[in-house]
């Protein structure tokens, strides 16, 4: 069963491969929705300073009944944070919002601050962010780190100059989206990627050619989404609330054949529509 399944991360850190995907789950929901995904079985939460549900998130891991090093808990620095003493402030932040004595993954949530995506050039700002993650690493409070949205070149900085490599990068993939260079080069740099909107935030639940294909599995297509994620080799991140979707989500132990699998590849992208340059905010 999917959800007993862990990838292991370079530094040895177990991580669950079906995770919970937490923005837009407002913090007054997010602790209940954190207890139904732990006791269906989900061990690996998701959230991020951005999402404002970080209270949330630790107070159902606090409530939930499972011993803490029973659960993977990530959160993701604020993209908006580019400086040392600023990253090492708001990672203390978190674990003061969840309530937690350490996290599990830390990530940097963007490469550049929201507001100038794929903009300026944030390259200093982001290896001094990378210093800080490292010395919360090294102080024991966070037991992995790396990073989201980060492109070949974003990760080269970080690569260059770190006594820590980036043990994940979460990124945008789904099918309709499949960014293969950067997958492989995620790949050979022993960098795990983390499958973040694999149903492309809903969109993908009205996209016919992929019904089709689920019809053909008896799945549905959210069943679909997130398989075709995992065989790829990523930790998917499937967002809701609905303890229903919750369970169906997880029930993904069938195989996506490898024509199915070239097809879902090479299917076109997505149009984004406005938010074409900023995809991950479509959808919403
Ligand atoms: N690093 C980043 O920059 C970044 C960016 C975006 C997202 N993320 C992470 O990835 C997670 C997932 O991404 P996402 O929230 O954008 O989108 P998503 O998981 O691709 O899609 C979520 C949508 O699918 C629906 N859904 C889920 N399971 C379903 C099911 N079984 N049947 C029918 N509908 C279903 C949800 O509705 P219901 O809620 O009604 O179930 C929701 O509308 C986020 O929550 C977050 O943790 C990270």
């Not at 040895?12 to 997010?30: E, R």
């Not at 580019?82 to 978190?94: F, P, Q, R, Y």
């Not at 210093?131 to 990073?147: D, S, T």
């Not at 293969?180 to 149903?199: H, R, W």
Request: hydrophobic letters at 40%.
């Amino acid at each position: 069963m999917i959800l007993n399944e862990t990838y292991a991360l370079s530094n040895g850190v177990q991580i669950p491969k079906l995770g919970l995907g937490t923005w837009f789950i407002d913090d007054g929901d997010t602790a209940q929705a954190v207890r139904d995904a732990v006791e269906i079985g989900y061990r690996n939460i998701d959230t991020a300073q951005a999402y404002g549900n970080e209270r949330g998130v630790g107070e159902g891991v606090r409530t939930c009944g499972l011993d803490r090093d029973d659960l993977f808990v990530s959160t993701k620095l604020a993209a908006e944070i580019k400086d040392h003493d600023g990253a090492l402030a708001a990672i203390d932040g978190s674990l003061s919002a969840l309530g937690l004595d350490h996290i599990d993954l830390m990530l940097i949530h963007s490469p550049q601050p929201w507001a100038d995506f794929r903009g300026g050039d944030y390259a200093e700002g982001n290896r001094e962010a990378w210093r800080a993650l490292e010395e919360a690493h090294q102080a024991g409070k966070v037991r992995a780190i790396g990073v989201s949205n980060f492109l070949e070149h974003d990760l080269d900085n970080i690569l260059g100059s770190c006594t820590v490599a980036p043990q994940v990068n979460q990124l945008l993939v789904h099918a309709g989206n499949t960014p293969g260079d950067l997958l492989a080069y995620c790949a050979d740099e022993n960098v795990l990627v983390e499958a973040y909107s694999p149903i492309a935030h809903g969109a993908l639940l009205q996209h016919p050619e992929i019904a089709e294909i689920a019809g053909r599995y008896d799945v549905s297509v959210p069943q679909l989404c997130i398989r075709y994620t995992l065989q790829l080799g990523t930790v998917s991140l499937p967002k809701t609330a609905n303890p229903e979707h919750m369970r169906s989500n997880a029930e993904v132990d069938f195989t996506i054949s490898a024509l199915d699998m070239a097809t879902l590849r090479g299917m076109q992208a997505l149009d984004y529509g406005e938010h074409r340059a900023f995809p991950v905010y479509s959808g919403k």
